[in-house]
């Protein structure tokens, strides 16, 4: 069965460095997203991605983020300069779009622990 | 923000019985409705999902509710098995884009 995988699974970094966070989405897949679960939180969306160009962002993407798909199977987000406050679980989604509206599900990976020092 | 609620931050049931895990919304432009599973580090399983056009769906010993009036969907789930114990999520986006909003969501713990 196809899945949306994540790396790495944990990703330790100093403050104010950047990190690039990758995910490989379901093949056939047309929508990607990026979700952020702090310790004790829900879990927040952050972006939604779709004909190489962000559909939708959250509050929290802010100028820090940024998304890119950088060839036909990877899909990144990358936060410029780390803050305490982005230690989190980053979970990648994908879903088909194959009705053309909101309705097709999201399907998440397995997430990377990022762990801001 | 708390437009997806779900009230209960744990339930604890015996294995072969009934699981009934509850949300609730706010927001009623929320238009597609799915229900989450989760296991210690690991991303959200799709489990079922629901749209606003019905108030049941049904998929082997899973079925969702929803009562629009209400502003309020459940899940069932018959018979209940050990495997099942993990984290459950409720989430829930509108039509008019793919943002989900999810629940805090509920510990089940099913006893042998």
């Known amino acids: 069965e196809p899945e949306v995988t994540q790396t790495p699974s944990h990703q330790v970094t100093q403050m104010g460095q950047e990190v690039i966070l990758r995910c490989v989405p379901i093949?056939?897949?047309?929508?990607f997203y990026w979700y952020r679960q702090i310790l004790g939180q829900k879990v927040e969306f952050l972006v939604s991605f779709y004909n190489n160009e962000i559909s939708e962002k959250s509050e929290i993407f802010d100028d820090q983020f940024s998304v890119e798909r950088p060839d036909g199977s990877n899909f990144t987000l990358k936060i410029r300069s780390t803050k305490l406050e982005d230690s989190a679980m980053y979970f990648c989604?994908?879903?088909?779009?194959?009705?053309?509206?909101?309705?097709?599900?999201?399907?998440f990976g397995p997430g990377t622990r990022l762990t801001v020092l | 923000d708390q437009q997806v609620k779900q009230n209960s931050p744990s339930l604890s049931v015996q294995e072969g019985r009934i699981s009934i895990l509850n949300c609730d919304y706010t927001?009623?432009?929320?238009?597609?409705f799915l229900w989450y599973k989760k296991y210690p580090a690991e991303g959200p399983t799709f489990l079922i999902s629901i749209s606003s056009i019905k108030d049941k769906n049904e998929d082997g010993r899973f079925t969702v509710f929803l009562n629009k009036s209400a502003k309020h969907l459940s899940l069932h789930i018959v018979p209940s098995q050990p495997g099942d114990s993990a984290v459950y999520f409720c989430a829930a986006n509108p039509s008019s884009n793919h943002k989900l909003t999810f629940g805090k969501g509920t510990l089940l713990t099913v006893n042998p």
């Open positions: 989604a994908s879903s088909a779009d194959t009705s053309g509206r909101s309705t097709d599900t999201q399907y």
């Open positions: 093949s056939n897949h047309l929508y």
């Open positions: 927001n009623s432009m929320f238009d597609y």
